[in-house]
């Protein structure tokens, strides 16, 4: 099984500024990585698939970048509804796995 | 529009027996997987298993295998998840999805979650 490790656990950003979190896998997944927005009380929405495509509905200030074993979620310019936790989740090894979470937190 | 509707929250006591659902509208059931997958309190997400309800292919993660039966009738297009025995660890928020590229995701359509709460 293929685990994904986040990082920073927490991201303390203001509105405005630069964010940039990280997911890690344990062996390749190739470009098999997509990025999950949750926000309390809600499901997980996804945000980028394939490493740095945006779904559907995602504003441009998001972007993904990596393959292989390192991943990055970058958001250019916080806005206040972007405040929540990030998970990644790799689809190239079975099972599907998640990682642990970045939880992006207003300071 | 794509809906996964799932069932309400349950409140069981350990020992008991649970089937929870997942109904899926806007779309073809019968050529989408649904996935399922466990948050438990406070906790990240845990991918469970997934069906293909068009003929049935059911596959779980190891993790899951033999404790919960994932399961569904396309004839009122909806998922199941059952578990024969709750235990107070399988207290967490299940969601249902539907990956769009393959079985393993990514996941873009969820439902609202159903909380299970297993206590004496």
């Known amino acids: 099984e293929i685990v994904l490790t986040q990082s920073p656990a927490t991201l303390s950003l203001s509105p405005g500024e630069r964010a940039t979190l990280s997911c890690r896998a344990s062996q390749s997944v190739g470009n098999y990585l997509a990025w999950y927005q949750q926000k309390p009380g809600q499901a997980p929405r996804l945000f980028i698939y394939d490493a740095s495509n945006r779904a559907t509905g995602i504003p441009a200030r998001f972007s993904g970048s990596g393959s292989g074993t390192d991943f990055t979620l970058t958001i250019s310019s916080l806005e206040p509804e972007d405040f929540a936790v990030y998970y990644c989740q790799q689809r190239d090894n079975w099972p599907p796995t998640f990682g642990p979470g970045t939880k992006v937190e207003i300071k | 529009e794509v809906q996964l509707v799932q069932s309400g929250a349950e409140v069981k006591k350990p020992g008991e027996p649970l089937k929870i659902s997942c109904k899926g509208s806007?779309?073809?059931?019968?050529?989408?997987?649904i996935a399922w997958v466990r948050q438990m309190p406070g906790k990240g997400l845990e991918w469970m298993g997934i069906?293909?309800?068009?003929?049935?292919?059911?596959r779980y993660s190891p993790s899951f295998q033999g404790q919960v039966t994932i399961s569904a009738d396309r004839s009122i297009n909806t998922a199941y998840l059952q578990w024969g025995s709750l235990k107070a660890s399988d207290t967490a928020i299940y969601y249902c999805?539907?990956?769009?590229?393959?079985?393993?995701?990514?996941?873009?359509?969820w439902g609202r979650g159903t909380l299970v709460t297993v206590s004496s």
């Open positions: 806007g779309y073809t059931f019968t050529t989408y997987w």
């Open positions: 999805a539907r990956p769009a590229l393959s079985s393993a995701g990514p996941f873009d359509y």
């Open positions: 069906i293909y309800p068009g003929d049935s292919d059911t």
